[in-house]
Antibody, heavy 118, light 107 residues
Framework: EVQLVESGGGLVQPGGSLRLSCAAS????????MNWVRQAPGKGLEWVSY????????YYADSVKGRFTISRDNAKNSLYLQMNSLRDEDTAVYYC???????????WGRGTLVTVSS | DIQMTQSPSSLSASVGDRVTITCRAS??????LNWYQQKPGKAPKLLIY???SLQSGVPSRFSGSGSGTYFTLTISSLHPEDFATYYC?????????FGQGTKLEIK
């Protein structure tokens, strides 16, 4: 069974940094691409970033490009999101999501809450 | 980016009702359309992928249809646990955008 556990969220001031982690188990992590998706309080889902299995291909949403960096460590079955220059509008629950058929996301973690506030 | 528009934004229905939620894409996405259910405080759950394929473990009262730019999610007979928010997502081209959501409430 796919298990994804996010960590690293918390309260940070505007302009600050935070590093999120996602520990994966129950599948061969090194052979799958991974994604980060976020949800602001009371709002809908927003895809944030994608990384291929070998880290050779990376995409970002325009809203985070130049500020966030996605990475992974296949030896540790872990996915990361380094978030710099955080803004109020980055406040959200951040989920890691694993891919399935036809580009769907069947695997989700429980999420970690990032609050950007002074 | 491809824009996904769901309607209605909210819907009131009763247990046993048949309900349909629609999702329109701003350009053709073939059958690269997925549906998710989300309950408060929980992660989204994949219901339907590739427009009409039922994810393993999802009850058969859920069905999806459509192709191109117009898609529907139908729940044939509402159960109490189906009251939630539903999202469509296109996976035709990056970024894989979501619709704004449809909140299904008990009448």
């Amino acid at each position: 069974e796919v298990q994804l556990v996010e960590s690293g969220g918390g309260l940070v001031q505007p302009g600050g940094s935070l590093r999120l982690s996602c520990a994966a188990s129950g599948f061969t992590f090194s052979t799958y691409s991974m994604n980060w998706v976020r949800q602001a309080p009371g709002k809908g889902l927003e895809w944030v970033s994608y990384i291929s299995s070998s880290s050779s291909t990376i995409y970002y949403a325009d809203s985070v490009k130049g500020r966030f960096t996605i990475s992974r460590d296949n030896a540790k079955n872990s996915l990361y999101l380094q978030m710099n220059s955080l803004r109020d509008e980055d406040t959200a629950v951040y989920y890691c999501a694993s891919p399935g058929p036809s580009g769907s996301y069947p695997g989700w973690g429980r999420g970690t809450l990032v609050t950007v506030s002074s | 980016d491809i824009q996904m528009t769901q309607s209605p934004s909210s819907l009131s229905a009763s247990v046993g009702d048949r309900v349909t939620i629609t999702c329109r894409a701003s350009q053709s996405i073939s059958s690269y359309l997925n549906w998710y259910q989300q309950k408060p405080g929980k992660a989204p759950k994949l219901l339907i992928y590739a427009a009409s394929s039922l994810q393993s473990g999802v009850p058969s009262r859920f069905s999806g249809s459509g192709s191109g730019t117009y898609f529907t999610l139908t729940i044939s007979s509402l159960h109490p646990e189906d009251f939630a928010t539903y999202y469509c997502q296109q996976s035709s081209s990056s970024p894989y955008t979501f619709g704004q959501g449809t909140k299904l409430e008990i009448k």
